[in-house]
Structures are given as C-alpha cells and as structure tokens.
C-alpha cells in the first residue's frame, strides 16, 4: 500500500527501515525519475531540510512498465492544523526552503516537463514533502478542494 495515496504522478511505498520506492502512475511521469536522480542530489546542499536521497534506478518489469526509483526515508508525516505547533514557525520554515530552494541557479537544469507547469497549477492536492521541519510536522498538503 502507498504511504501517500494521495500523490497523482507516482505512488510511493516504504522499503524497510531506510528506503521508500517511488513509482511513476503513468509512462508520462517517468522522465521524473531520471531528473531527480540527477538534481535530488545537487539541490540537497543548498536547503536548509534535507530532501530524498536517490540509492538507486529501477528498471520496467512486469507490471511496472517504467523506471522507477529507491531513495532515502525521509520520516514525516501530512501535515494538519492538528498536528502544526506553531503556525507561523512553520510558515517561516515553509517559506525559507521555498525561497532558498527559488534561489538555486538552474541555467543547467533541465526544462520544465509538460505534465509539471499546467497539471501542478490545476492540482486540486499539491504536496510539498519536507522532512525535518522545526516544528512537529514533517510534511506540508493543502486540502482537495
């Protein structure tokens, strides 16, 4: 069973201890895998909270047409009023990964994917998953609406 069934562009699942699965929902997604593997790493240095770790690439097997990815667990957990100490902690420590995370340089990075720019902004469920954050919450959803 996914850890987050709400994700639309890939499912993740738990590995053990230390490692999650992330598989992509459809072949559209799969160009994902590769662009995390090579900039999951070279975003992490420049965050203040850490981000997945990619370990490793999948490659398609029976019923699971596409690469896929391992990363590293990030404990966490979807974040609610309820479970969200401090609302305006959090929401500096939101706004201080978002605006470091804008601040990295991307003259190499690589083009925004067809599926990111209209599917994101029309998502009824965006989800930021951070981990480590000040507060008792790991990670951050906004409500389907």
């Excluded at 069973?1 to 993740?12: G, L």
């Excluded at 072949?27 to 965050?47: C, N």
């Excluded at 979807?78 to 804008?102: E, G, H, M, P, Y």
Aim: glycine share 4%; hydrophobic share 35%; proline share 10%.
């Amino acid at each position: 069973m996914p850890m987050n069934i709400s994700d639309h562009d890939n499912r993740t699942f738990r590995l053990g201890t230390d490692m999650s699965v992330r598989i992509p929902s459809a072949q559209r997604y799969a160009q994902h895998v590769e662009t995390e593997r090579i900039w999951l790493p070279r975003l992490a240095p420049h965050l203040p909270l850490p981000i997945p770790t990619p370990l490793a690439i999948g490659k398609p097997v029976h019923g699971c047409p596409w690469i896929w990815s391992v990363n590293r667990w990030l404990d966490g957990e979807n974040a609610t009023i309820v479970k969200i100490d401090d609302l305006s902690l959090f929401a500096r420590d939101l706004a201080n990964f978002l605006n470091r995370l804008r601040s990295i340089g991307t003259t190499d990075g690589p083009k925004p994917a067809p599926t990111t720019s209209i599917e994101a902004a029309t998502s009824r469920c965006t989800t930021l998953k951070c981990a480590s954050l000040s507060t008792s919450c790991k990670m951050w959803s906004t409500p389907k609406q």
